[in-house]
């Protein structure tokens, strides 16, 4: 293979999956990215736009719509022989051993018994779980069983190592010391992986694990921007040189989720059928970051809110973004700032308080569009007629997050109420 040739390539690949009645939601719209040699790939964005599925098509689980995956080079149909995957969850196989579990891979790929043995044995000590080898899932702690999962994978010798948000079901110290220890691994040029790609939420993971990070953009998901990272490793995280890598990424990322644009509601001349999509975000979130706002003088810094609060920097954007748009808050470039609606709204009472979230409702015109639909259905509108009402309206959107989220704030606002047994929306 011509060493500046990429190992795997993504070209113009879009996915979407069919919907019975309905237009096909599109997850990811013309992605291109390349994994390289000898480096490792962060992926991150906002929750919804796609990493996961990005992923499963480089796995070959998923086949793009259009576009297509290529191999070294050449054409990629069916699963990807060369590639090994981590997951989030550990997908652990309960009722066997760690040993049993590292096998089990090696086994399904038709290698010979001594051969699973001495692989098993490696990757197993290559993970630091020597001693364990005959426990069960349910006997080890969140962080062993992530190790489980990397030595699955990497028994298996692949080309490309897939993480789907690896350290995001762990505590902060085990996540800390599984980096470093594929940090350790990633060292060994004789036996690791030619590349890997992991999706990440965490800025400041991304920039210390990754040669270069992708950044997403949702609705439908695509590559905005590839960041390099030029830091040598290992990197110190309180250095001047990463601490301007992390402002970059930070505002890369903002400027995608929070245009200097007001949101709020559509023009009067903007077409019948179009709605707001709604960030899929609880109002308690929204009422949580207007308290933090007001307790720092009606003003942060986004990066800040995301530290100070503990939340995700993931998690904050959708609240940021639903706090804009019912007008509680403004985000000129990277600065959240209390709209005097906002700090009206912080320091009224409970009563006061949802009516005036009702009232920034019914300026969002996916709400009047469901008034109206409660009012012609003489009170009591079907889950299923309003789903269907948001799939033809919102194509790009997960119809069930955006019922939940409309559901969830018009219930705050004494809007809608929602009655689950009869799975029927009502007026308050």
């Known amino acids: 293979m011509n060493s500046s040739q990429p190992l795997l390539e993504l070209r113009s690949v879009q996915v979407q999956f069919p919907r019975p009645g309905h237009s096909p939601q599109r997850v990811l719209e013309d992605v291109r990215l390349d994994v390289r040699n000898e480096e490792i790939l962060c992926i991150i964005g906002p929750g919804g736009s796609g ?8 796995a070959g689980l998923q086949a793009p719509t259009h576009g297509e995956v290529r191999q070294r080079g050449e054409e990629l149909v069916g699963l990807n022989p060369n590639i090994a995957m981590v997951f989030q969850n550990f997908a652990l196989i309960p ?19 001594p051969e699973v043995r001495r692989r098993a044995a490696g990757a197993i000590q290559k993970v630091g779980l020597e001693g364990f080898e005959e ?8 962080g062993s069983k992530q190790r489980v999962g990397l030595a699955r994978a990497l028994a298996v010798e692949p080309e490309i190592l897939l993480m789907d948000e690896p350290f995001s079901q762990v505590d902060a110290l085990t ?35 990754a040669d270069r990070v992708a950044i997403m953009s949702g609705n439908p998901g695509t590559i905005r921007t590839v960041m390099e ?22 505002d890369l990322i903002t400027s995608a989720e929070l245009p200097d644009v007001q949101v709020t509601t559509l023009s ?48 904050v954007l959708p609240i940021v ?15 959240v700032i209390l709209t005097p609606l906002g700090q009206r709204f912080v320091n009224a009472g409970m009563d006061e308080r949802k009516d005036i979230w009702k009232a920034q409702l019914l300026e969002l015109k996916l709400f009047r569009v469901v008034r109206d639909m409660v009012e012609h259905a003489d009170g009591e509108l079907a889950k299923e007629d309003l789903v269907h009402e948001l799939v033809t309206r919102l194509p790009k959107e997960d119809p069930e997050h955006t019922f939940e989220t409309l559901v969830a704030w018009a219930r705050f606002g004494e809007l809608f109420a929602y009655r689950e047994d009869q799975e029927t929306l009502a007026f308050e």
Do not use: Y
Request: aromatic share 6%; charged share 25%.
């Open 51 to 58: 990493k996961s599925t990005l992923l499963r098509v480089m």
């Open 95 to 113: 009722w066997m051993t760690v040993e049993e579990n590292v096998r089990v891979v090696l086994r399904a790929r038709g290698i010979g018994e």
């Open 135 to 142: 426990a069960f899932p349910r006997e080890l702690a969140r």
């Open 175 to 209: 996540a800390e010391a599984l980096r470093a220890e594929i940090h350790d691994i990633w060292k060994d040029v004789e036996t690791n992986p030619s590349a890997i790609v992991m999706v990440s939420h965490s800025i400041r993971e991304a920039l210390v694990m």
């Open 229 to 250: 990272v030029p830091l040598p490793r290992p990197r110190d995280a309180k250095s001047p040189a990463f601490l301007r890598l992390v402002d970059q990424l930070h």
């Open 268 to 315: 009067p001349d903007a077409a019948a059928d179009e709605v707001e999509p709604l960030p899929h975000c609880q109002s308690g979130h929204v009422l949580g970051l207007l308290e933090f706002l007001d307790g720092q003088g009606g003003k942060s810094d986004l990066f800040n809110v995301a530290s100070h609060t503990q939340v995700s920097f993931e998690r």
């Open 321 to 335: 973004k639903s706090a804009e748009m019912l007008d509680f808050v403004d985000t000129p470039k990277r600065m």
